[in-house]
T-cell receptor, first 116, second 112 residues
Framework: GAGVSQSPSNKVTEKGKDVELRCDPISGHTALYWYRQSLGQGLEFLIYFQGNSAPDKSGLPSDRFSAERTGGSVSTLTIQRTQQEDSAVYLC??????????????FGEGSWLTVV | DAKTTQPTSMDCAEGRAANLPCNHSTISGNEYVYWYRQIHSQGPQYIIHGLKNNETNEMASLIITEDRKSSTLILPHATLRDTAVYYCIVRPFTGTASKLTFGTGTRLQVTL
């Protein structure tokens, strides 16, 4: 597709279960970002991948959260032992390269996670 | 990264120009001003960005003051579909900084 694709679009899970969220960036984009947005709140940075460089994990809220990016393309965000406070929309974004020289970051429509 | 200050909310009548201000008084010389918007339940949408010159595209115009300490996003003929939260963000264009830091934005309500 032409844009950033995320799946699933909606996920309801029981507290304590693990979840995986997938992101397909725009073809050719080497930079990939994960954000989350809780209901009525702003966007919170989680993690950033750029090519083969070590990811910037400074935004991950706890060690229950992890992300990987295979082959420099698709990324998976994993949340282990989900808690109710993890309920949010998880947004993926990509850009041509590191956020510099005015390169635009494009966002997907998000994966809505509800932990019950 | 420089921080930005925006009004919490604004109203605009349909068909009129919406002028959304942003203060970024601590902006550095290597930082761009970006604008995104987020319509309810959707991912943020890129609108426009600029460094020091005014910019215009099919969506909006961006006016940056000469000292670059503030800017204004202009939607020339607002429609109901422009109702959204508008975010003003500054980002460096060199170095290793990578985060796009969103503030609380301005909630624009376009009314009939």
């Amino acid at each position: 597709g032409a844009g950033v694709s995320q799946s699933p679009s909606n996920k309801v899970t029981e507290k304590g279960k693990d979840v995986e969220l997938r992101c397909d960036p725009i073809s050719g984009h080497t930079a990939l970002y994960w954000y989350r947005q809780s209901l009525g709140q702003g966007l919170e940075f989680l993690i950033y991948f750029q090519g083969n460089s070590a990811p910037d994990k400074s935004g991950l809220p706890s060690d229950r959260f992890s992300a990987e990016r295979t082959g420099g393309s698709v990324s998976t965000l994993t949340i282990q032992r989900t808690q109710q406070e993890d309920s949010a929309v998880y947004l993926c974004a990509s850009s041509l390269r590191q956020a510099s020289s005015g390169n635009t970051i494009y966002f997907g429509e998000g994966s809505w996670l509800t932990v019950v | 990264d420089a921080k930005t200050t925006q009004p919490t909310s604004m109203d605009c009548a349909e068909g009129r120009a919406a002028n959304l201000p942003c203060n970024h008084s601590t902006i550095s010389g290597n930082e761009y001003v970006y604008w995104y918007r987020q319509i309810h339940s959707q991912g943020p949408q890129y609108i426009i960005h600029g460094l020091k010159n005014n910019e215009t595209n099919e969506m909006a115009s961006l006016i940056i003051t000469e000292d670059r300490k503030s800017s204004t996003l202009i939607l020339p003929h607002a429609t109901l579909r422009d109702t959204a939260v508008y975010y003003c963000i500054v980002r460096p264009f060199t170095g290793t900084a990578s985060k796009l830091t969103f503030g609380t934005g301005t909630r624009l309500q376009v009314t009939l």
